[in-house]
């Protein structure tokens, strides 16, 4: 018997597959999201940001593009390398020794059926997060300058650099530029290199009734910019709706239209669920779970760790039996 959790864990996973060879749509449904959210919020009018002390940012940040592209070149030359060799009938372990790359690295990249898109940084603003929706109000009053920006959120308690101040009022202003309101920046979801293939799957995955706003208008844009998206989202929906509602005679129906719908992610996770099809569904029919047995694993597993790999089976046991 299964678990629910990893059966979906491993649909996420084989989502994020799927999704890998899809940047382009993850960054125009970003697009879409963002034009969205600006005719919904609206955007005042703003002046010029004060660019005085940071003229000098843009001769780094050409150095970064530049590196970027270093990295993509090499990204691209690593991909038609392993092709070429796999081609040729060699095993995935010879192929990773003579190009010194991981074995997990090969199986990643074969794959994929394009070679990597240049990717941009992406910032996660955790330390910022708190302070956005100041600075977007200051920023609609007038206030652009991100030194006295900076000033003002130190005064209220702000530790960290001027530099993240002064990242963020650059967003503001180049989507102000784009025609966007300034709330778009403040979500992955609409920024212009979209969110990563692996934090779409956990939105994916999600229930819709607890995504936030901007991430369901996101999947919702996403849909629509790619019918094989569409698709897929509509797959995975279904069998999710398997899981939470424990409809294990529907389960080969729902590997029948996988295997069948030309998704290759999807069909190699349909055909792993065929491979183990008691077990799964059993899990999607009975009232009981190994839930609470994977749950104690997982407390046995910390108490271990918490012993720095020094904890024999005698101590485990009065730490277990202590805690219990």
């Not at 609206?42 to 530049?66: I, L, N």
């Amino acid at each position: 018997m299964v678990d629910r959790f990893h059966l979906v864990k491993n649909l996420r996973e084989a989502v994020e597959a799927f999704l890998h060879n899809q940047r382009p749509a993850l960054q125009a449904a970003a697009a879409r999201t963002a034009q969205a959210l600006t005719l919904v919020a609206g955007s005042g009018p703003v002046t010029p940001m004060y660019r005085g002390r940071h003229q000098c940012s843009q001769a780094w940040q050409q150095r970064q593009e530049a590196a970027q592209q270093q990295r993509h070149a090499a990204w691209v030359t690593t991909y038609t390398a392993i092709h070429t060799l796999h081609a040729q009938g060699l095993p995935v372990t010879t192929i990773a020794t003579q190009l010194g790359i991981s074995r997990p690295t090969v199986y990643a990249y074969l794959r994929r059926a394009t070679p990597p898109s240049p990717r941009s940084p992406q910032r996660s603003g955790q330390v910022l997060r708190p302070s956005m929706a100041y600075l977007i109000q200051r920023w609609r009053e007038g206030c652009t300058d991100s030194l006295q920006l900076w000033r003002e959120l130190r005064a209220l308690g702000y530790t960290y650099s001027s530099r993240t101040v002064s990242r963020f009022i650059t967003r503001l202003r180049r989507a102000s530029e784009a025609g966007w309101a300034p709330e778009t920046q403040t979500s992955p979801y609409t920024r212009p290199q979209g969110p990563s293939a692996r934090a779409v799957s956990f939105t994916w995955v999600c229930p819709e009734a607890k995504r936030s706003q901007d991430a369901q208008l996101y999947m919702d844009q996403l849909r629509q910019v790619d019918q094989a998206i569409g698709q897929a989202y509509t797959l995975s929906q279904a069998f999710l709706a398997l899981v939470r509602e424990r409809r294990g005679n529907a389960l080969e129906t729902w590997m029948t239209e996988a295997a069948a719908s030309g998704i290759e992610a999807l069909a190699r996770f349909a055909e792993g669920l065929r491979e183990d099809l008691a077990a799964v569904k059993a899990e999607l029919t009975l009232p009981w779970s190994n839930g609470p047995v994977e749950g104690q694993v997982n407390r046995l597993k910390l108490l271990k760790r918490q012993g720095y790999g020094r904890a024999d089976v005698g101590l485990l046991r009065q730490r277990v039996l202590q805690a219990a």
